[in-house]
């Protein structure tokens, strides 16, 4: 990934190349460069403006590096900021040693919050946990059987109760099954909405204090760009969500949102989704995706 980024900027950088020293013009032009692809990326403006100045900074000393290739360490320089506005160190989830840990996925409707559910158990799965996803989702009634289906084709239990719309019930309920199991971990997949609306909030906060996650992730929809940013504070600051999931970025996601929401939010991206199918997720590293964003 580094070698690829590398070549993309090798041919920002290509003028700089062969000089023994960079002047404060060429990397000014170089830098130009970069803002360009950010901004291309859908990286917010406020971050891009930010993260320049720091690169601007760390570039000076380099301006005064003589012979060691000074365009390759400009372009060392780019990525490492990058890499470090993207959350710098991989993240996994933060589980209690008291089962089960109890994980609860909240976002807007269609960002992937059930197949995440899904994915997620399967991956914890094959990790030789025990879990249980149940199914928090009553407004829409074909997101039980959706969890239902994903856990028939994981192996991997659903806790539904058709006979009530009272999450908070569904919630608890489903967690003295696991208990009863002695499942490890719990996933409660909740209701998304097309937008954010009071009641949600409102609901959600009460299964917040109702089931204490170990973690609350939100799950946004790769290709929405800089709207997702808008939407995880809104999610953040009612929530407190404790970590990221960022799908669909299988498409034509250039990354953006993900250099976005963690610069705005600072809530680590832990996972992202690269396809439909349930072995479609990934562990996020920030350094890949500081490559895929300069591509
Ligand atoms: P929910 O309403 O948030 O529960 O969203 P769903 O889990 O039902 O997903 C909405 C749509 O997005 C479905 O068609 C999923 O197959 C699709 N989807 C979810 N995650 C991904 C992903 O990582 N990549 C792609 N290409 N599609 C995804």
Redesign the pocket.
Known sequence: MFDELTEKLESTFARLRGKGTLTEADIKEGLREVRRVLLEADVNFQLTREFLERVEGAAVGVAQLRGVNPAQQLVKIVYDELTKMLGERREGLKLSTIPPSVVMMV??????????AGKLARKLKAEGRQVRLVAA?VYRPA?ID?LETVGQQIGVPVYANRTTNDVVRIAREGIEEAKRGRDRLVIV?TA?RLQIDADMMAELKRLKEAVRPDEILF?ADGMTGQEAVRIAQGFDEALGVTGVVL?????DARGGAALSIYGVTKKPIKFI????KLD?LEDFHPDRMAGRILQ
Do not use: I
Not at 107 to 116: A, C, E, N
Not at 273 to 276: A, D, I, P, S, T
């Open positions: 976002g807007l409707q269609g960002s992937g919050k059930t197949t995440t989702d997101a959706q997949d998304g799950v799908t669909k970025m299988d498409g989704g690269v396809g439909e479609a």
